[in-house]
Each structure stands twice: as C-alpha cells, then as structure tokens.
C-alpha cells in the first residue's frame, strides 16, 4: 500500500486518539512520512472521536483527509457518519460487537470484528482498538507488527511498559483472525 | 540530527522556545493552543525557567514586556481573543522595542467564535492591531517541523531588530501530531543588550525602556527610527516559498495549512491537465512582494485562497500591482474549504 489515508472513529474513551498515534509513530520509524490530525472541539466532549491519520512513502500535502481509502469505525454512529466518505475500492472495519449491521456502501470491502468481546475475552476491554489495528496491519501491511511494538515502548510511559506483552497479543490476535 | 521524534505542533512550538534559550513563558489558557502553556509549566521548573499563569492576558503581555525590559528570550500564546486583548501591550512592546515572541493559534471569529482552524487575524497581526505606526513580524508555519524551526527563528529575529516577532498559526497546526526532527544544537542570534534594565550596580548610567516621549519632535525621531528598522526588516527578511510556478496557468497562493490543501489541489489539477502553481508566504510580514512580481505576468490569473473573508488577497494586489487579475476564495467559521471546490474556483477562474 503506497498511502494509507485511514479515519479512526468512535466513542470518546475508546482509545480512538492513541490508536491513531501508535500507527503513526510506527510508520514513522520505518521512515515513512506520518501525519496524525484529530478532531478537535464541541464534539469531543461526552461524544465521538475521530482522527485522521496518514501513511505514506511520498512527502504528505495536505493532512485533512478528504478521500479515505481506509475507515475503522469502533461503534454505529462513525459508520453511519463516515462510510459515505470512503473512496471506491476502500474498506471499512468495524467492531463489530457494537456495530450492528453492514455498510450501506457495495463498493467498499466490509470486514467486521467482533473486538470488544474478543477483548473482554482477554480480560482487558481497553484492548479493543489494538485488535482492530491488528486486523487493519494484517489486513494491509502497512507496518510491521515489529514496528508496532516499538511504537508502544515510545508512546507509553515506563511504567506501564508491562503491558506491552498483552498488547501485543491483541495486536497478533487482530492481524491473524 | 537527532532522532525523529512524533509530536503535537503545540507541544513542538514550547520545546522550540526552550531550545531556543527561552526561560521565561508567560501565559492565559484558551484553546486551541493550551498544550503550549502545559508543556511549559511541565519544564520550565526543572530548567530554572519562570512559567507563571497570568491572571489575564493583559497581565501575560505586560509580564513579557518586563521580562523583554530586561533583557531575558520570553514567549507568550494565546488564540485570537486573547491577542486582542494583548494588543495594548504589544504596542507598548513595539514603542519600547522590546524583543519578544508571541505565538497565535488563531480560532474563527469575529468575538467569542469558535475554536476550529480560521486565518481571520491576518489583518491584525500584520497591519497594527494595536494603536500607532507600528509591525510586528509575523511568520506563518505550514508543518510541525517548520513550526520548530521558525519559533527558534523568532527568537532570533525579535533580538536582531528588538521587535516582536509573532508565529500565527491554527488549530489544526497545534494540534496535529508530524514527524520533527531537532537540531543538536540551536544557532543564536547574539545580541548585545546593554539597553536592558539589569540593573546599573552604581558604576553606570541607568537605562531607561519606556514608549512615552511628550516632545513631538523626540516622538517624530522615534517613529523615523521605527520606519527605518521596518524598511531594513522589509529588505531582508522575507522568506517564500514557490511551488511550480513557470509556466503554470494559474497561481494559487496561500499560507499555513491552507498551502498544504493547495498541494493536493496541483496534483489533482495536473491529472486534469491544468498546470497550477503556488507563492506560499512564509513570512506575512514582511510580505514577499518580490515573488508575485517576478511571476506577475506568467498566469492569466492570481488566486489567493484563505480561511478569511479576504485579508492576505490586499497585499496579493498591492504586490501584482495590476498586472493580472487577483481573484478570491475563502472560507469562514471554521470551515475548511475541500480539495475538489477549490479546483472547482480554480476551473471557473480558467473558463474549464
């Protein structure tokens, strides 16, 4: 994938903003070009969340996003706000443990994962986004899981470093489901 | 170089200060530039530095004015409400000639507003805002890393000719995370400052920094000296960049984030086959004239797209000076005009 232009949506306090943010510092330590642009205002408090992130082999223009070829939509109403946007030929992940239903578009790729149970599953619900993330880095190689790991140790402070191990099981269960 | 590091244009704007010798923030909070003041209040403890949360921004601007009077690198940040009220002392630190650096994450307006992405303050940051014949320099970054080099070239800039120099950027700038990579070490302009207020220690005549001169005549050679330094400013200081711009059918110019829109717009205009170029101006003052001149008879026409009802297009036409036909395109309120309406404008002006 030469450029990765991905909306990340969903509640506020589903780990929408880091989600975006270790994918980025990820591919900006294999050299890609990286930009991470959030949403920011009267609709982040109490609501949805969103960030636009993109990856690419070529120096970035603009970092709004006005054709996603990539949406990750944590719960209903980011779908429904965002699918309209996805460029023909894109795709859409959902989690699917909240999201009921498909997209309305037939001319996207439509993949579902049933996130937050399998994250409950692991014991930990604020897993959810890294098993999405893993699905989109099986999905699209568009890092290396090696690459995210290293993200982790640099976005996260010393202290909770022991939870790299589980994240990265997450990451792992998400890429290979 | 060091490493590349992942950071918040706003966070980015505080470390560049630092690194510039800057130890003295002072400040007010309001969104969309509040992380700068956070990181600050973070480090400027543990590097011996002042950070102290004003009481208004009034108080901020006068604080800068003190510590500028004696001669210490001091910065400021705000959002558009908040410079204005800051303009009383900015004026004040213009008649001084005090160095200072004050950063503006500009929000839409007029009045309270909204605190999404808007370029209205053009206007006031460069063509007074304050009272008097006075500027200020005003530079206008377009990435995070740009955005570090230019606040430590502020800093330099307000030393050289003992003005403020202003970073006017906007939310979307302060608030999106970019690769930056900083430099091991910063160059520093190195400024004698023997008209600072550090105190005589009895063995010399004491200073004086002050913008009151009763006298009209003393007051005439103030302001003839103020001219004269904009004039030199004017002379060697601007700072543009142009992008694509021989032989291109149109010139799109922009600034800060707008410009980076306008990228996307060339690539998507040359796959129509319509050649576009683009005068970015990096410093809004002193504003690049010479740019527009020297491509002033190159396209049928001149396009300056802003978030503004039309502030930069003035100076657009001053510089092109007739030679072409300038037109107009902006968006308001926060509203981020999309790729696909600018090439619209862009077609229409054209008759595509």
Known sequence: MKQLDLVIAGFGGQGILSAGKLLAYAGMLEGKHVSWLPSYGPEMRGGTANCSIVISDEPIGSPIIDYPNALIAMNGPSLEKFEKKIVKGGFIITNSSLVEGRSMRTDVEFIGVPATEMASDMGNLTYANIIILGKLLGKTGIVKKESFEAALKKVLPEKKHYMIPDEMKALVMGHDI | ?352
């Open chain 2, 1 to 352: 170089m060091a490493e590349k590091l992942l950071m918040k244009g706003n966070e980015v704007i505080a470390e560049a200060a630092l690194r510039a010798g800057c130890r003295h923030y002072f400040g007010y909070p309001i969104t969309p530039q509040t992380e700068v003041a956070h990181y600050m209040a973070k480090v400027m403890p543990k590097v011996n530095g002042t950070f102290i949360q004003a009481e208004s921004e009034v108080a901020a601007i006068n604080m800068v004015y003190g510590a500028a009077a004696a001669g210490a690198r001091v910065l400021t940040s705000s959002s558009s409400p908040g410079v204005s009220l800051k303009q009383e002392g900015i004026s004040y630190i213009a008649g001084a000639e005090l160095p200072a650096v004050l950063v503006n994450i500009v929000r839409c307006g007029p009045g309270l507003g909204g605190i999404q992405a808007a370029q209205c303050d053009y206007f006031q940051a460069c063509k007074g805002g304050g009272h008097g014949d006075y500027k200020n320099i005003v530079l206008a970054p377009s990435s995070v890393q740009e955005l570090y080099e230019l606040t430590v070239h502020a800093f330099n800039l307000a030393d050289k000719y003992r003005m403020l120099a202003m970073i006017l950027g906007d939310g979307m700038l302060g608030q999106m995370m970019e690769a930056v990579e900083f430099k091991d070490k910063e160059e520093i302009y190195s400024a004698d400052k023997d008209w600072a207020c550090t105190g005589t220690k009895m063995q010399r005549e004491s200073n004086d920094i002050t913008s009151i001169y009763i006298q009209p005549e003393v007051l005439e050679g103030l302001n003839r000296k103020l001219q004269a330094k904009y004039r030199q400013v004017e002379q060697n200081e601007a700072m543009v960049e142009t992008y694509n711009c021989d032989n291109a059918e149109i010139i799109v110019t922009a600034y800060g984030t707008v410009a980076r829109i306008i990228k996307n717009v060339i690539k998507m205009a040359e796959n129509e086959g319509i050649r576009v170029g683009l005068i970015r101006p990096i410093t809004l003052y002193p504003f690049p004239a010479a740019a527009y001149e020297k491509y002033a008879e190159t396209p049928e026409a001149f396009l300056s797209v802003e978030l503004s009802a039309g502030q930069m297009v003035e100076d657009v036409r001053l510089a092109v000076n007739g030679k072409c036909p300038v037109h107009f395109y902006g968006r308001t309120g926060g509203v981020i005009p999309s790729q696909i309406e600018i090439l619209n404008e862009i077609k229409k002006i054209l008759n595509k």
